[in-house]
């Protein structure tokens, strides 16, 4: 049996991994760099629910679909920055409130929009995502 220290410490170690992970998967997606997002992706990979955002209708099981959607929203938006506002790490899981500003390709439109996303990690890899942006975004975003 671990010490409880021992398990202290494993815990520690995993959240801290967890949440540079996140960091580093935010920032490359900042700076457009879908390749580098795709490494912490598990082969088995699930993204069960994503806002309307997206374009992309959930869910998508495993790496490959992820890859295709993940691509697809690098053509559609461009995605300036995120500010990460707070992420809580319980275990495996963490959640992560975060202001996203962008532009949508197509139209050049600029935007802002606050998101929730949770995650589900293995092993220092992404094996569960879903992404909620705020509902009044939607208005904001189609509009003229």
Same mark, same amino acid.
């Given at each position: ?24 998967? #935010? ?10 997002? @795709? *490494? ?6 699930? /993204?069960?629910?994503?806002? /309307? ?12 679909? +992820? @890859? ?5 929203? +690098?053509?559609?938006? *461009? ?6 506002? *707070?992420? @809580? @790490?319980?275990?495996?899981? +963490? ?15 600029? #935007?802002?929009? $606050?998101?929730?996303?949770? /995650?589900? /990690? ?5 094996? *569960? #995502?879903? $992404? ?8 904001? +975003?189609?509009?003229?």
């Amino acid at each position: 049996m671990l010490a409880a220290e021992t398990l202290r410490r494993i815990g520690v170690i995993d959240r801290d991994l967890i949440e540079q992970r996140i960091r580093r998967l #935010y920032d490359c997606w900042a700076h457009g760099d879908v390749e580098a997002m @795709i *490494e912490y992706l598990a082969p088995d990979v699930v /993204f069960p629910a994503l806002g /309307f955002w997206t374009g992309t209708k959930p869910p998508l099981y495993g790496r490959n679909q +992820a @890859i295709r959607a993940m691509r697809q929203w +690098a053509e559609t938006f *461009e995605n300036i920055t995120s500010v990460l506002h *707070e992420i @809580i @790490i319980d275990g495996d899981r +963490a959640v992560v409130h975060r202001t996203g500003v962008g532009r949508l390709r197509n139209s050049g439109r600029r #935007y802002q929009c $606050d998101f929730i996303a949770f /995650f589900r /990690f293995r092993d220092g890899l992404i094996v *569960e #995502y879903s $992404d909620y942006p705020d509902a009044a975004w939607s208005k904001v +975003a189609v509009s003229a």
